[in-house]
Protein backbone atom coordinates (compact mmCIF):
# COMPACT_ATOMS: atom_id res chain seq x y z
CA UNK A 1 0.00 0.00 0.00
CA UNK A 2 1.57 3.20 -1.19
CA UNK A 3 1.10 5.86 1.49
CA UNK A 4 2.40 9.25 2.19
CA UNK A 5 3.72 8.98 5.34
CA UNK A 6 5.88 5.61 7.17
CA UNK A 7 4.50 4.37 11.00
CA UNK A 8 6.84 2.71 13.79
CA UNK A 9 6.32 1.56 16.77
CA UNK A 10 8.46 2.57 19.81
CA UNK A 11 9.37 0.15 22.77
CA UNK A 12 7.62 0.42 26.15
CA UNK A 13 10.05 3.61 28.53
CA UNK A 14 11.97 1.25 31.14
CA UNK A 15 15.05 2.99 33.33
CA UNK A 16 18.69 1.55 33.23
CA UNK A 17 19.07 3.37 36.97
CA UNK A 18 17.61 5.12 39.68
CA UNK A 19 18.79 8.63 38.21
CA UNK A 20 18.40 7.62 34.34
CA UNK A 21 16.26 9.19 31.75
CA UNK A 22 13.35 6.36 29.92
CA UNK A 23 13.76 6.25 26.28
CA UNK A 24 11.57 4.49 23.73
CA UNK A 25 13.38 3.84 20.48
CA UNK A 26 11.87 2.70 17.93
CA UNK A 27 11.83 -1.30 17.03
CA UNK A 28 10.23 -1.53 13.97
CA UNK A 29 7.95 -0.22 10.83
CA UNK A 30 4.68 -1.40 10.50
CA UNK A 31 3.87 -1.87 6.65
CA UNK A 32 0.92 -4.01 6.45
CA UNK A 33 -1.86 -1.77 8.24
CA UNK A 34 -5.17 -2.11 6.88
CA UNK A 35 -6.18 1.47 8.01
CA UNK A 36 -4.67 4.19 10.37
CA UNK A 37 -6.34 7.27 11.55
CA UNK A 38 -4.50 9.76 13.99
CA UNK A 39 -6.18 12.92 14.78
CA UNK A 40 -3.65 15.55 16.56
CA UNK A 41 -6.20 18.14 19.01
CA UNK A 42 -4.64 21.99 19.52
CA UNK A 43 -4.91 22.19 23.22
CA UNK A 44 -5.95 18.90 23.74
CA UNK A 45 -5.93 15.19 23.62
CA UNK A 46 -5.27 14.02 20.47
CA UNK A 47 -6.26 9.91 19.65
CA UNK A 48 -5.21 7.29 17.09
CA UNK A 49 -6.22 4.03 16.03
CA UNK A 50 -4.77 0.68 13.92
CA UNK A 51 -6.44 -2.01 12.08
CA UNK A 52 -4.10 -4.95 11.06
CA UNK A 53 -3.79 -8.80 10.21
CA UNK A 54 -3.42 -10.22 13.63
CA UNK A 55 -1.25 -13.08 12.64
CA UNK A 56 0.68 -10.75 11.00
CA UNK A 57 4.17 -9.90 11.59
CA UNK A 58 3.63 -6.69 11.99
CA UNK A 59 0.88 -7.10 14.44
CA UNK A 60 4.27 -8.88 16.42
CA UNK A 61 5.36 -5.38 17.68
CA UNK A 62 1.81 -4.81 19.15
CA UNK A 63 2.37 -5.14 23.15
CA UNK A 64 1.10 -3.00 26.81
CA UNK A 65 2.98 0.09 26.86
CA UNK A 66 4.81 0.86 23.88
CA UNK A 67 3.32 3.58 21.44
CA UNK A 68 3.41 4.68 17.87
CA UNK A 69 5.04 6.90 16.29
CA UNK A 70 4.67 8.72 12.96
CA UNK A 71 6.67 10.78 10.02
CA UNK A 72 5.47 12.57 6.62
CA UNK A 73 7.19 11.64 3.51
CA UNK A 74 7.39 14.91 2.69
CA UNK A 75 9.07 16.25 6.55
CA UNK A 76 10.88 12.41 7.45
CA UNK A 77 13.31 14.60 10.27
CA UNK A 78 10.33 15.80 12.09
CA UNK A 79 7.89 13.60 13.94
CA UNK A 80 4.32 14.19 12.77
CA UNK A 81 2.29 12.67 15.29
CA UNK A 82 3.22 10.32 18.14
CA UNK A 83 1.50 8.39 21.39
CA UNK A 84 1.34 5.44 23.65
CA UNK A 85 -1.08 2.29 22.59
CA UNK A 86 -4.03 2.16 25.06
CA UNK A 87 -6.19 -0.53 23.67
CA UNK A 88 -5.29 -4.39 21.80
CA UNK A 89 -8.44 -5.67 20.89
CA UNK A 90 -8.04 -9.04 18.46
CA UNK A 91 -11.07 -10.16 16.95
CA UNK A 92 -11.68 -13.36 14.64
CA UNK A 93 -15.30 -13.55 12.37
CA UNK A 94 -16.54 -15.44 9.42
CA UNK A 95 -15.85 -11.84 7.32
CA UNK A 96 -12.23 -11.96 8.60
CA UNK A 97 -11.15 -15.64 8.38
CA UNK A 98 -8.53 -17.40 10.53
CA UNK A 99 -6.28 -14.78 10.84
CA UNK A 100 -8.34 -12.32 12.50
CA UNK A 101 -8.06 -8.85 12.69
CA UNK A 102 -6.29 -6.23 15.42
CA UNK A 103 -7.73 -3.11 16.49
CA UNK A 104 -4.86 -1.20 18.44
CA UNK A 105 -5.79 2.41 19.25
CA UNK A 106 -4.38 4.90 22.17
CA UNK A 107 -3.86 8.96 22.79
CA UNK A 108 -1.33 11.37 21.85
CA UNK A 109 1.55 12.05 24.12
CA UNK A 110 -0.09 15.09 25.33
CA UNK A 111 -1.74 12.78 27.38
CA UNK A 112 0.78 13.77 30.16
CA UNK A 113 -0.63 16.76 30.87
CA UNK A 114 -3.88 15.48 31.60
CA UNK A 115 -2.77 12.13 33.83
CA UNK A 116 -0.83 14.81 36.38
CA UNK A 117 -2.19 16.78 39.66
CA UNK A 118 -1.36 19.82 40.72
CA UNK A 119 0.11 19.62 44.35
CA UNK A 120 -0.03 22.25 47.01
CA UNK A 121 3.55 21.52 47.71
CA UNK A 122 5.08 19.48 45.05
CA UNK A 123 8.21 18.77 47.05
CA UNK A 124 7.05 18.13 50.35
CA UNK A 125 5.97 14.69 51.58
CA UNK A 126 2.47 12.98 50.80
CA UNK A 127 1.51 12.61 53.98
CA UNK A 128 -0.30 15.78 53.72
CA UNK A 129 -0.90 18.99 51.93
CA UNK A 130 0.28 22.54 54.15
CA UNK A 131 -2.98 23.53 55.64
CA UNK A 132 -1.73 27.32 55.82
CA UNK A 133 -1.00 27.59 52.46
CA UNK A 134 -4.51 26.36 50.51
CA UNK A 135 -3.05 26.43 46.79
CA UNK A 136 0.41 26.29 44.93
CA UNK A 137 2.60 29.53 45.33
CA UNK A 138 3.07 29.47 41.85
CA UNK A 139 7.15 29.82 40.74
CA UNK A 140 9.31 29.17 37.93
CA UNK A 141 13.32 28.37 37.94
CA UNK A 142 15.42 30.75 36.64
CA UNK A 143 19.18 31.99 36.71
CA UNK A 144 19.41 29.06 39.34
CA UNK A 145 17.06 29.81 41.31
CA UNK A 146 12.90 30.24 42.17
CA UNK A 147 11.23 32.81 41.25
CA UNK A 148 7.80 34.27 40.33
CA UNK A 149 6.27 33.86 37.07
CA UNK A 150 6.38 37.11 34.93
CA UNK A 151 3.55 35.29 32.09
CA UNK A 152 1.68 32.70 31.46
CA UNK A 153 4.08 30.81 29.39
CA UNK A 154 6.46 30.39 32.58
CA UNK A 155 3.53 29.91 34.80
CA UNK A 156 2.63 26.90 32.68
CA UNK A 157 6.59 25.36 32.32
CA UNK A 158 7.12 25.86 36.34
CA UNK A 159 3.44 23.91 36.55
CA UNK A 160 4.64 21.22 34.72
CA UNK A 161 8.00 20.79 35.68
CA UNK A 162 7.16 20.76 39.11
CA UNK A 163 5.00 17.98 39.38
CA UNK A 164 5.88 16.11 35.89
CA UNK A 165 10.24 16.41 36.54
CA UNK A 166 10.03 17.33 40.34
CA UNK A 167 13.16 16.85 42.18
CA UNK A 168 12.96 14.03 45.11
CA UNK A 169 10.79 14.94 47.83
CA UNK A 170 12.34 15.92 50.89
CA UNK A 171 11.83 13.35 52.63
CA UNK A 172 12.25 9.64 51.46
CA UNK A 173 14.53 10.66 47.90
CA UNK A 174 10.80 9.24 46.70
CA UNK A 175 11.10 9.66 42.71
CA UNK A 176 8.12 7.51 41.49
CA UNK A 177 5.98 10.93 40.07
CA UNK A 178 9.06 12.01 37.94
CA UNK A 179 8.13 11.12 34.11
CA UNK A 180 11.53 9.56 33.21
CA UNK A 181 10.17 9.43 29.56
CA UNK A 182 10.30 13.59 29.57
CA UNK A 183 12.88 15.77 27.98
CA UNK A 184 11.70 18.37 30.11
CA UNK A 185 14.18 20.48 31.85
CA UNK A 186 13.65 22.32 34.70
CA UNK A 187 15.15 25.86 34.09
CA UNK A 188 12.73 27.93 32.10
CA UNK A 189 13.68 28.60 28.83
CA UNK A 190 14.86 31.95 27.57
CA UNK A 191 12.64 32.32 24.73
CA UNK A 192 9.46 31.50 26.93
CA UNK A 193 10.72 34.14 29.41
CA UNK A 194 11.30 36.73 26.68
CA UNK A 195 7.08 36.20 25.83
CA UNK A 196 5.26 39.56 26.86
CA UNK A 197 4.47 39.37 30.82
CA UNK A 198 0.80 39.46 31.81
CA UNK A 199 -1.06 38.44 35.37
CA UNK A 200 -3.91 36.13 33.64
CA UNK A 201 -2.36 33.46 35.46
CA UNK A 202 -3.07 34.90 38.17
CA UNK A 203 -6.51 33.49 37.91
CA UNK A 204 -5.38 29.86 37.98
CA UNK A 205 -5.10 28.69 41.86
CA UNK A 206 -3.34 24.97 41.83
CA UNK A 207 -5.43 23.37 44.75
CA UNK A 208 -4.45 19.55 44.70
CA UNK A 209 -6.30 19.68 41.27
CA UNK A 210 -5.89 18.20 37.50
CA UNK A 211 -3.28 20.48 35.49
CA UNK A 212 -4.78 20.23 32.18
CA UNK A 213 -7.25 22.88 32.57
CA UNK A 214 -4.92 25.29 33.01
CA UNK A 215 -2.47 24.58 30.90
CA UNK A 216 -5.03 24.45 27.94
CA UNK A 217 -6.83 27.82 28.82
CA UNK A 218 -4.48 29.61 30.14
CA UNK A 219 -2.30 28.78 26.33
CA UNK A 220 -5.92 29.78 24.61
CA UNK A 221 -6.10 33.15 25.99
CA UNK A 222 -2.55 34.22 25.64
CA UNK A 223 -1.94 32.30 22.13
CA UNK A 224 0.31 29.99 22.73
CA UNK A 225 0.60 26.16 21.66
CA UNK A 226 1.32 23.66 23.95
CA UNK A 227 2.60 20.22 22.81
CA UNK A 228 4.07 16.92 23.92
CA UNK A 229 6.00 15.00 20.96
CA UNK A 230 8.60 12.11 20.46
CA UNK A 231 12.00 12.50 19.56
CA UNK A 232 13.53 10.05 17.42
CA UNK A 233 17.03 11.55 18.27
CA UNK A 234 16.81 10.68 21.82
CA UNK A 235 13.83 8.72 22.05
CA UNK A 236 12.26 10.82 24.86
CA UNK A 237 9.25 13.00 24.82
CA UNK A 238 9.51 16.92 24.09
CA UNK A 239 7.65 19.63 25.35
CA UNK A 240 7.21 22.55 23.06
CA UNK A 241 5.89 26.17 24.31
CA UNK A 242 5.63 29.02 21.83
CA UNK A 243 3.36 31.41 20.52
CA UNK A 244 0.92 30.36 17.79
CA UNK A 245 1.97 31.77 14.11
CA UNK A 246 -0.35 33.77 11.76
CA UNK A 247 0.63 32.31 8.73
CA UNK A 248 -3.11 33.74 7.02
CA UNK A 249 -0.74 35.96 4.30
CA UNK A 250 1.37 32.80 3.07
CA UNK A 251 -0.58 29.88 3.81
CA UNK A 252 -3.85 30.10 1.98
CA UNK A 253 -5.85 27.33 0.89
CA UNK A 254 -7.42 27.54 -2.34
CA UNK A 255 -8.64 24.94 -5.14
CA UNK A 256 -7.71 27.30 -8.01
CA UNK A 257 -3.75 27.15 -5.74
CA UNK A 258 -3.45 22.71 -5.68
CA UNK A 259 -3.66 22.54 -2.22
CA UNK A 260 -7.23 21.85 -1.52
CA UNK A 261 -9.26 19.14 -2.96
CA UNK A 262 -12.62 19.86 -1.11
CA UNK A 263 -13.45 20.69 1.87
CA UNK A 264 -17.02 20.67 4.77
CA UNK A 265 -18.37 22.65 6.85
CA UNK A 266 -20.84 23.04 9.83
CA UNK A 267 -21.72 25.82 12.03
CA UNK A 268 -23.79 25.08 15.81
CA UNK A 269 -25.50 27.30 17.50
CA UNK A 270 -24.86 28.47 21.34
CA UNK A 271 -26.13 26.27 23.72
CA UNK A 272 -25.77 29.31 26.40
CA UNK A 273 -24.78 32.50 25.65
CA UNK A 274 -25.59 34.11 29.52
CA UNK A 275 -23.98 32.49 33.04
CA UNK A 276 -25.37 33.46 36.66
CA UNK A 277 -22.46 33.18 39.07
CA UNK A 278 -23.08 32.34 42.26
CA UNK A 279 -21.02 34.25 45.35
CA UNK A 280 -19.69 32.05 48.86
CA UNK A 281 -22.66 30.33 50.50
CA UNK A 282 -23.54 32.99 53.44
CA UNK A 283 -23.45 32.45 57.08
CA UNK A 284 -25.48 35.65 58.03
CA UNK A 285 -26.92 38.69 56.50
CA UNK A 286 -30.38 37.01 56.07
CA UNK A 287 -29.11 33.69 53.66
CA UNK A 288 -28.22 35.77 50.80
CA UNK A 289 -25.78 35.40 47.95
CA UNK A 290 -23.90 37.60 45.67
CA UNK A 291 -24.97 36.65 42.02
CA UNK A 292 -23.97 38.12 38.87
CA UNK A 293 -25.39 37.96 35.21
CA UNK A 294 -22.58 37.66 32.37
CA UNK A 295 -23.51 37.71 29.14
CA UNK A 296 -20.96 36.46 26.18
CA UNK A 297 -18.34 38.72 24.47
CA UNK A 298 -16.77 36.62 22.59
CA UNK A 299 -17.58 38.57 19.39
CA UNK A 300 -17.70 41.64 19.24
CA UNK A 301 -18.02 43.25 15.26
CA UNK A 302 -16.97 46.56 13.93
CA UNK A 303 -18.91 49.13 14.96
CA UNK A 304 -21.18 47.07 17.52
CA UNK A 305 -21.59 49.46 20.85
CA UNK A 306 -22.58 47.90 24.51
CA UNK A 307 -23.54 50.86 26.21
CA UNK A 308 -26.14 50.77 28.93
CA UNK A 309 -29.61 50.95 27.50
CA UNK A 310 -31.07 52.92 30.03
CA UNK A 311 -28.93 55.68 29.66
CA UNK A 312 -29.02 55.79 25.88
CA UNK A 313 -30.30 52.92 23.87
CA UNK A 314 -30.10 54.28 20.32
CA UNK A 315 -26.39 53.87 21.04
CA UNK A 316 -26.51 50.54 21.56
CA UNK A 317 -26.39 48.28 18.40
CA UNK A 318 -30.14 45.62 19.96
CA UNK A 319 -31.94 48.97 21.10
CA UNK A 320 -34.18 48.59 24.23
CA UNK A 321 -32.87 44.66 24.40
CA UNK A 322 -29.50 44.70 25.79
CA UNK A 323 -28.50 41.43 23.44
CA UNK A 324 -24.65 40.88 22.58
CA UNK A 325 -23.63 40.37 19.36
CA UNK A 326 -23.47 36.38 19.27
CA UNK A 327 -27.23 36.39 20.47
CA UNK A 328 -28.25 38.80 18.01
CA UNK A 329 -26.26 36.75 15.23
CA UNK A 330 -28.02 33.72 16.59
CA UNK A 331 -31.27 34.48 17.63
CA UNK A 332 -30.35 32.62 21.34
CA UNK A 333 -30.18 34.16 24.92
CA UNK A 334 -30.02 31.30 26.87
CA UNK A 335 -28.93 31.41 30.37
CA UNK A 336 -26.86 29.23 33.01
CA UNK A 337 -25.91 28.75 36.07
CA UNK A 338 -22.06 28.48 37.83
CA UNK A 339 -21.36 28.27 41.27
CA UNK A 340 -18.43 29.54 42.26
CA UNK A 341 -17.56 27.62 44.79
CA UNK A 342 -13.44 28.45 44.95
CA UNK A 343 -14.24 31.98 46.17
CA UNK A 344 -14.81 33.71 49.49
CA UNK A 345 -16.93 36.50 48.01
CA UNK A 346 -20.24 36.49 49.99
CA UNK A 347 -23.00 38.74 49.58
CA UNK A 348 -22.38 42.19 50.82
CA UNK A 349 -24.75 45.17 50.68
CA UNK A 350 -23.63 48.13 48.26
CA UNK A 351 -23.72 51.68 50.44
CA UNK A 352 -23.52 53.50 47.29
CA UNK A 353 -26.42 51.92 45.42
CA UNK A 354 -29.01 50.72 47.89
CA UNK A 355 -30.80 47.15 47.68
CA UNK A 356 -27.79 46.38 45.11
CA UNK A 357 -24.76 43.87 46.02
CA UNK A 358 -21.00 45.12 46.02
CA UNK A 359 -18.88 43.49 43.20
CA UNK A 360 -15.73 42.05 43.84
CA UNK A 361 -12.63 44.84 43.62
CA UNK A 362 -11.39 45.08 40.17
CA UNK A 363 -7.58 43.49 40.44
CA UNK A 364 -8.77 41.17 42.81
CA UNK A 365 -8.00 37.57 43.34
CA UNK A 366 -11.50 37.35 43.79
CA UNK A 367 -12.37 39.25 40.76
CA UNK A 368 -10.18 36.91 38.98
CA UNK A 369 -11.90 33.92 39.94
CA UNK A 370 -15.33 34.94 38.81
CA UNK A 371 -13.62 35.81 35.61
CA UNK A 372 -12.59 32.73 34.95
CA UNK A 373 -15.18 30.86 36.09
CA UNK A 374 -17.19 32.79 33.27
CA UNK A 375 -15.01 32.93 30.50
CA UNK A 376 -14.85 29.09 31.35
CA UNK A 377 -18.16 28.58 30.43
CA UNK A 378 -19.39 30.71 27.93
CA UNK A 379 -16.27 29.32 25.76
CA UNK A 380 -17.43 25.78 26.46
CA UNK A 381 -21.24 26.58 25.56
CA UNK A 382 -20.56 29.13 22.50
CA UNK A 383 -21.01 28.70 19.46
CA UNK A 384 -18.96 26.13 17.33
CA UNK A 385 -17.95 26.57 13.36
CA UNK A 386 -15.83 23.69 12.06
CA UNK A 387 -14.17 23.69 8.60
CA UNK A 388 -12.63 20.20 7.12
CA UNK A 389 -10.27 20.55 4.51
CA UNK A 390 -9.22 17.90 1.87
CA UNK A 391 -5.73 19.56 1.86
CA UNK A 392 -3.19 18.44 -0.91
CA UNK A 393 0.72 18.67 -0.24
CA UNK A 394 2.74 21.40 -2.44
CA UNK A 395 5.90 22.15 -2.97
CA UNK A 396 5.33 25.38 -0.19
CA UNK A 397 2.16 24.03 1.57
CA UNK A 398 3.07 21.50 3.52
CA UNK A 399 1.58 20.00 6.89
CA UNK A 400 4.40 19.47 9.23
CA UNK A 401 6.85 22.07 7.07
CA UNK A 402 5.45 24.57 6.32
CA UNK A 403 2.45 25.26 8.82
CA UNK A 404 1.63 23.50 11.77
CA UNK A 405 -1.50 22.83 14.59
CA UNK A 406 -2.09 26.01 16.35
CA UNK A 407 -0.71 27.93 13.43
CA UNK A 408 -3.72 30.57 11.52
CA UNK A 409 -4.07 30.14 8.21
CA UNK A 410 -6.63 31.28 5.24
CA UNK A 411 -8.90 29.11 3.14
CA UNK A 412 -10.57 30.60 0.47
CA UNK A 413 -14.06 29.06 -0.23
CA UNK A 414 -17.78 29.71 -0.22
CA UNK A 415 -18.38 31.18 3.08
CA UNK A 416 -22.37 32.58 2.86
CA UNK A 417 -23.24 30.02 5.35
CA UNK A 418 -21.30 30.26 7.30
CA UNK A 419 -21.58 32.98 11.13
CA UNK A 420 -20.60 36.14 10.63
CA UNK A 421 -18.57 35.67 13.57
CA UNK A 422 -16.39 33.15 12.22
CA UNK A 423 -15.09 35.44 9.61
CA UNK A 424 -12.98 38.45 9.52
CA UNK A 425 -14.62 41.98 8.70
CA UNK A 426 -13.38 41.71 4.71
CA UNK A 427 -15.21 38.15 4.47
CA UNK A 428 -12.58 35.67 4.93
CA UNK A 429 -11.54 32.86 6.69
CA UNK A 430 -8.79 33.03 8.96
CA UNK A 431 -8.73 30.54 11.42
CA UNK A 432 -6.41 28.50 13.81
CA UNK A 433 -5.92 25.04 13.04
CA UNK A 434 -7.80 23.07 16.01
CA UNK A 435 -7.17 19.46 14.43
CA UNK A 436 -5.11 17.50 12.08
CA UNK A 437 -6.39 14.23 10.75
CA UNK A 438 -3.83 11.88 9.08
CA UNK A 439 -5.38 8.98 7.99
CA UNK A 440 -5.32 6.11 5.36
CA UNK A 441 -7.50 2.91 4.32
CA UNK A 442 -8.27 1.18 1.08
CA UNK A 443 -10.97 3.10 0.43
CA UNK A 444 -9.91 6.95 0.95
CA UNK A 445 -5.77 5.82 0.36
CA UNK A 446 -3.53 8.47 2.17
CA UNK A 447 -5.46 12.01 3.36
CA UNK A 448 -4.86 14.94 5.76
CA UNK A 449 -7.21 16.47 6.82
CA UNK A 450 -5.94 20.09 8.90
CA UNK A 451 -9.59 21.49 10.24
CA UNK A 452 -9.91 24.96 11.28
CA UNK A 453 -12.33 26.78 13.76
CA UNK A 454 -12.38 28.91 17.04
CA UNK A 455 -11.30 27.76 19.98
CA UNK A 456 -14.26 25.44 21.08
CA UNK A 457 -14.37 24.30 17.37
CA UNK A 458 -13.67 20.09 17.45
CA UNK A 459 -15.17 17.12 15.58
CA UNK A 460 -15.10 15.66 18.81
CA UNK A 461 -18.02 14.44 19.88
CA UNK A 462 -20.74 16.25 21.66
CA UNK A 463 -20.71 13.57 24.55
CA UNK A 464 -17.18 14.23 25.02
CA UNK A 465 -17.21 17.78 25.13
CA UNK A 466 -20.01 17.35 27.94
CA UNK A 467 -18.10 15.05 30.17
CA UNK A 468 -15.41 17.59 30.03
CA UNK A 469 -17.89 19.81 31.32
CA UNK A 470 -18.53 18.23 33.90
CA UNK A 471 -15.40 17.32 35.12
CA UNK A 472 -14.85 20.90 35.34
CA UNK A 473 -17.67 21.30 37.26
CA UNK A 474 -16.04 18.43 39.88
CA UNK A 475 -12.73 20.25 40.39
CA UNK A 476 -14.58 23.45 41.09
CA UNK A 477 -16.45 21.32 44.13
CA UNK A 478 -13.17 19.95 45.36
CA UNK A 479 -11.46 22.81 45.38
CA UNK A 480 -13.55 24.84 47.99
CA UNK A 481 -11.50 26.90 50.76
Known amino acids: MA?????????????????AKAPMPLIGRIDGFLSFE???????????????????????LIRPGRGITVFLDSNPDSV???????????????????????????????????????????RSIYAREDETVRQWQPVVYSGGAYRAPVNSGEFIWGLLAENLICPELVSGGDTSRRIRYLDMTRDCPASISALAADDLWQSYPVQMSA?????????????LTVRFRYDATTGLIKPTIRPSIDLSQT??????????AGYEFTSEAPTNTRVF??????????????YELRRSDLWNPPGWQDIDTTSNPALWSDP????????????????????????????????????????????????????????????????????????????????????????????????????????????????????????????????????????????TPYVYRMIRRLRRQVEATKNRY
Not at 5 to 16: C, D, G, K, Q
Not at 251 to 260: Q, W
Request: charged share 25%; glycine share 8%; proline share 6%.
Open 320 to 459: WWGRKAIEVEWGVTAEGYVDVRETKWAYQSNPASPGAALPPPPGSAERRLFDRQALAYLVENTQRGLVTLDALDTDKCRYGLHYNIGDTVRALLNTSALPESMLDADGLLRQPIQEVRIACSADEMWLIQPKVGGDESSS
Open 211 to 223: VEDAVWDLARLTG
Open 80 to 122: AFSGPIRSIKVSTTQETGGDGLMTVSGVCDNVIVRERLGRIQP
Open 3 to 19: TSFTLHVRERPLAPSLS
Open 38 to 60: SIERHLDVGAWTLTLPAKSADAE
Open 277 to 290: LAGATPATDGGRRF
Open 251 to 260: IVFDEAAGNL
